[in-house]
């Protein structure tokens, strides 16, 4: 059985700085493509980041636009968990993450969606707010 587990989550002022952690569960890590997702009520879910399958720990990763240059993703093998650390952070970012693998290689690809992951994590919230 394949399950996601995060943490991290929290609430945190604009310009500050939160990393959140996926830990994998039943796969190896390297195996999954490994994405993260924001989800605010009466939205969409977006696609913040993804790191394709591969041992090599900084992987390729994928980001939104709007996260690309604050946002880093990164695994650690070691650990079995996919890392997301979050700085610069505003209050655009409020919402709740949700860390989702996927064995399709091309999940990681931008734009990043949803129906391309199969397993999903319960998710942490983050808040951003003064």
């Known amino acids: 059985e394949v399950r996601l587990v995060e943490s991290g989550g929290g609430s945190v002022q604009p310009g500050g700085t939160l990393t959140l952690s996926c830990a994998v569960l039943g796969i190896p890590v390297s195996s999954v493509a490994v994405g993260w997702f924001r989800h605010v009520p009466g939205k969409k879910r977006v696609g913040v980041a993804a790191?394709?399958?591969?041992?090599?720990?900084?992987?390729?990763?994928s980001y939104r636009d709007s996260t690309r240059g604050r946002f880093t993703i990164s695994r650690d093998n070691a650990q079995n968990t996919v890392i997301l650390r979050m700085s610069s952070l505003k209050p655009e970012d409020t919402g709740m993450y949700y860390c989702?693998?996927?064995?399709?290689?091309?999940?990681?690809?931008?734009?990043?969606?949803?129906?391309?992951?199969?397993?999903w994590g319960q998710g942490t919230q983050v808040t951003v707010s003064s």
């Open positions: 790191i394709e399958i591969d041992f090599n720990p900084e992987g390729s990763p």
């Open positions: 989702a693998a996927s064995e399709n290689g091309g999940a990681y690809w931008l734009p990043l969606e949803p129906t391309d992951y199969k397993y």
